[in-house]
């Protein structure tokens, strides 16, 4: 076993299945992954909480962009948001507002590894979506076997002794090739990630109870 499996190992033995995104539909998770972008996610939920039941695409799509703001506006940096929402919205309404389309496509594709690369170049190409959001809409919106990588990653490789890369795909690459190529497992993993470093790997470690304590050189 290697420390990457080490450690999802200890994570899942305290935190189990997290059933993790929090959201209604894939295209919630979309926005979900561009409102989340430098703002805690109690912001997000209030954003989303907005939309009073209008949240999907062809709203997203037809809503002037002065409505869309002043519904996104508890997430921050809402004049940018909005249009980056815009701009997922239209990339989606390629595939006809479905993840039906891209699914049957990754498994009629026989290099499955360069059809993902592909769509992430797509979504790395459009405005406001960076390397984070691009792999969390493709792991929890799409469903396809990518690795989310975000600060608390980082923080907890560090703190447990690793020499962490300094650019994201290295460190996103390092997981991948120690792991199983597997969507439940890249999906939890990075839940237990998250939920850790806010109940334990915080700014300020609280070390007590931690289930990585055995690994960890902080302590």
């Known amino acids: 076993m290697n420390d990457i499996e080490r450690i999802y190992n200890l994570l899942y033995k305290r935190y189990r299945d997290l059933n993790w995104w929090p959201a209604g539909s894939p295209y919630e998770v979309m926005v ?3 409102l989340t972008q430098n703002t805690a996610w109690t912001n997000v939920e209030m954003a989303i909480a907005n939309f009073t039941g209008r949240l999907s695409p062809q709203f997203v799509e037809n809503v002037s962009i002065e409505e869309l703001i002043d519904i996104i506006r508890p997430a ?6 909005a249009g980056y929402l815009k701009a997922v919205t239209a990339w989606f309404k390629q595939y006809n507002y479905s993840v039906e389309p891209v699914g049957m496509r990754y498994i009629a594709s026989v290099a ?5 690369t592909n ?11 960076g390397r984070e959001t691009a792999d969390s809409i493709l792991l929890y919106a799409l469903n396809l076997p990518t690795f989310v990588i975000d600060a ?15 650019k994201y795909d290295d460190v996103k690459a390092l ?4 792991l199983p190529n597997d ?10 990630i998250v939920i850790n470093a806010k109940e ?14 055995e690994m960890c050189i902080v302590v």
């Open 175 to 178: 997981f991948e090739k120690n």
């Open 152 to 166: 608390y990653t980082v923080r907890l490789l560090t703190r447990i002794g690793f020499d962490v890369p300094k």
């Open 119 to 129: 769509l992430r170049n797509e979504l790395l190409a459009v405005k406001g979506v």
């Open 200 to 213: 334990h790997c915080r700014a300020k470690p609280v070390c007590d109870g931690c289930p990585l304590m």
């Open 32 to 34: 979900g992954a561009v």
């Open 112 to 116: 499955k590894l360069q059809y993902i």
């Open 183 to 192: 969507v439940a497992l890249f999906n939890n993993y990075h839940a237990c």
């Open 76 to 81: 921050g940096f809402f004049n940018q948001k």
